[in-house]
C-alpha cells in the first residue's frame, strides 16, 4: 500500500486567532454557545489521583472531531469551567467524528485550581452528564514537522500520548507517512504515572523510527532525566512539544531559547503548579475606554469578571497558552501567569483568562 497522505490532514480544527473583543456588552460567550450534555459512560482510575472519563453523546452519535492534543472544555459539576485534553486518537481523516471522548483528570489538592478537578473526580459517576464544548485545537502538530521531541510531565501525558498514539495508528493504517518521535515521559513513580505502562510498552519503533521512555524521578527532580543533551543542538524540521507542570516547561523553555521559537509548543492547562504564585487577592480592573470599573473576587479570573459584567471576551484555552485573550493594561501591577508573553511584553500586556493583579486596581486599555 502507498503511503502518499502527508500527516497535516492529522489536523481538522483551525487554531483560533489572537484577538480580543470587549464590546458591546454581550452575556454570551463561545463555550456557553456551544455546550453540549454528555453522558459519562465509564470512569477507570488510570493512577493514584487520575481518573479517565469516557464521554458520549446521549444517543450515540458521532462527536465534532478533534486534533490530536486538542482539549474539551467542561463545566464541571461545580460550575467551574476546565479544559482536559482527549487522549483518544481521533478517527482516520474519512471517518466522520469519534464515537467517544476519552479525558483523564488529576484530583489536585484543595485550595489547587478552585476545585474544578476535584468536583470532576469526587462528583462524576457513571450514568452523569457534563457539559463541554467543543474541542479547541489549542496545541496542534504543525504541519511540516520533519521529526518531533514530545516531553510530558505527571498529568501532561494526555494530549502528548493522544499525538504519539495518533502518529503510530496512523503510520500502521497507511494512511500517512511516519513522523517519528522521541517520547519522554517524566514522572514520580509508576503509582502515580497515568499511561506509564502502555508508554513505556511503545518502546522503539523502528518502522516509524520513534522511540518512547518513561523516567521516574522519585520526587527528587534533580534525580530526573537531563534535557539538556535532547534539545541542545537544534534540528532542521523537528519540533519541540511539551506539557506539564510550569517547572518543567520553564526548564524547556530556557533550554529552547536558541532554538527557532516557532518549532517549541507548550501546553499547560490544568496542570499548572498554583503553589508558585501569591495567593490570590481580590482587586478590581477599570475599563479606561469603557469607564467601567469591576470587581475581580479571590477566586475569579479576570476574564470571568468581565464575562459576568456582560463583556463578550475572546478565548479558547483559558489557562494561558494560547494567546487569544492578550490585552492591553495601562496601570496596575500584574502577577503574569501565561505561557505566552514574551518578557519584554509583560510591561505592556497580560492574558486575563490566568493573570492577576496583586490587589489594588488594574486599568485595561479596554
Ligand atoms: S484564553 Fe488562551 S491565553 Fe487566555
Redesign the pocket.
Known amino acids: 500500500m502507498s503511503i502518499a497522505v502527508n500527516c497535516s490532514q492529522l489536523q481538522s480544527i483551525a487554531r483560533p486567532v489572537s484577538f480580543t473583543v470587549i464590546s458591546p456588552r454581550c452575556p454570551v460567550t463561545t463555550l456557553d454557545t456551544d455546550l453540549s450534555a454528555l453522558r459519562v459512560v465509564r470512569r477507570t482510575q488510570r493512577a493514584a489521583a487520575i481518573v479517565e472519563f469516557e464521554l458520549v453523546a446521549p444517543d450515540g452519535a458521532p462527536l465534532p472531531r478533534h486534533a490530536p492534543g486538542a482539549h474539551l472544555p467542561v463545566v464541571a459539576p461545580n460550575g467551574m469551567r476546565r479544559n482536559y485534553s482527549i487522549v483518544n486518537p481521533p478517527p482516520a481523516p474519512d471517518a466522520g467524528g469519534p464515537d467517544q471522548y476519552l479525558i483523564a483528570v488529576k484530583r489536585e489538592a484543595d485550595g489547587v485550581g478552585r476545585g474544578g478537578s476535584a468536583s470532576m473526580v469526587d462528583e462524576l459517576v457513571e450514568g452523569s452528564t457534563l457539559m463541554v464544548g467543543k474541542p479547541v485545537d ?1 496545541f496542534p502538530l504543525v504541519d511540516d514537522a520533519r521529526a518531533l521531541i514530545l516531553i510530558a510531565g505527571g498529568i501532561g501525558i494526555t494530549p502528548i500520548l493522544c499525538m504519539a498514539r495518533t502518529l503510530l495508528q496512523r503510520h500502521a493504517s497507511g494512511e500517512c507517512a511516519a513522523l517519528p518521535f522521541q517520547l519522554h515521559y517524566l514522572a514520580r513513580d509508576a503509582a502515580t504515572a497515568a499511561y506509564a505502562d502502555e508508554v513505556a510498552a511503545m518502546g522503539t519503533k523502528t518502522a516509524t523510527g520513534s522511540q518512547a521512555q518513561v523516567h521516574f524521578d522519585g520526587g527528587d527532580p534533580a534525580a530526573g532525566l537531563d534535557l539538556w543533551p535532547l534539545l541542545e543542538a537544534p534540528r532542521a524540521g523537528t519540533h519541540v512539544y511539551c506539557c506539564g507542570p510550569t517547572g518543567l516547561m520553564d526548564a524547556v523553555r530556557d533550554m529552547t531559547g536558541h532554538w527557532n521559537p516557532s518549532t517549541i509548543h507548550f501546553e499547560s492547562f490544568g496542570v499548572g503548579d498554583a503553589t508558585q504564585f501569591e495567593p490570590n487577592q481580590a482587586f478590581q480592573v477599570r475599563l479606561a475606554r469603557a469607564g467601567d470599573i469591576i470587581p475581580v473576587a479571590v477566586d475569579e479570573s479576570i ?1 470571568e469578571a468581565l464575562r459576568n459584567h456582560g463583556h463578550r471576551v ?13 490585552s492591553v493594561y495601562l496601570e496596575g501591577d500584574v502577577e503574569h501567569r ?1 505561557m ?1 508573553l514574551a518578557e519584554e511584553e509583560k510591561a505592556e500586556q497580560l ?4 493573570s492577576r493583579a496583586r490587589g489594588g486596581e488594574l486599568v485595561l486599555d479596554l
Request: a negative charge; aromatic letters at 0%.
Open positions: 489549542g476574564l475572546q478565548s479558547s484555552c483559558e489557562s494561558g497558552t494560547c494567546g487569544t485573550c492578550r501565561d505566552v492574558m486575563v483568562c490566568v
